[in-house]
């Protein structure tokens, strides 16, 4: 028995802590992006935005990460199609997003009503 909670408890570090650091990794990620965004390094921005992605598939954030792509690509590079190529990715992926009324206002080109 005393085998067994050790196992437990070794996998639990073992594959609880990957996790956390999974997390750690994909917030540093998600700054350096943002850190490259506002130095106008859009480039940069996209290739990281473009890591988390396909480093992390999974990563409940992601919606964020093809909305910044979009973003970017539509109001930084002017690039209208990659931007809807992100923004459509983003409605099918994740259908329930926040971010999916925003992506639709890019997508449409109207003016902000103030």
Request: charged share 30%; net charge neutral.
């Amino acid at each position: 028995m005393k085998r067994v909670a050790i196992f437990f408890g070794i996998f639990f570090l073992a594959f609880g802590c990957a996790k956390d650091n999974n997390e750690a990794e994909v917030e540093k990620l998600y700054t350096q992006g943002q850190i490259a965004m506002n130095q106008a390094k859009f480039d940069s921005a996209l290739v990281i935005y473009d890591t988390i992605l396909k480093k992390y598939p999974d990563h409940p954030k992601n919606d964020r990460a093809l909305f910044l792509l979009g973003f970017i690509e539509k109001e930084f590079l002017g690039n209208e199609e990659k931007a809807r190529l992100h923004f459509n990715d983003l409605m099918v992926r994740y259908p329930k997003s926040d971010l999916i009324k925003d992506a639709k206002f890019l997508l449409s080109g109207e003016t902000p009503k103030i």
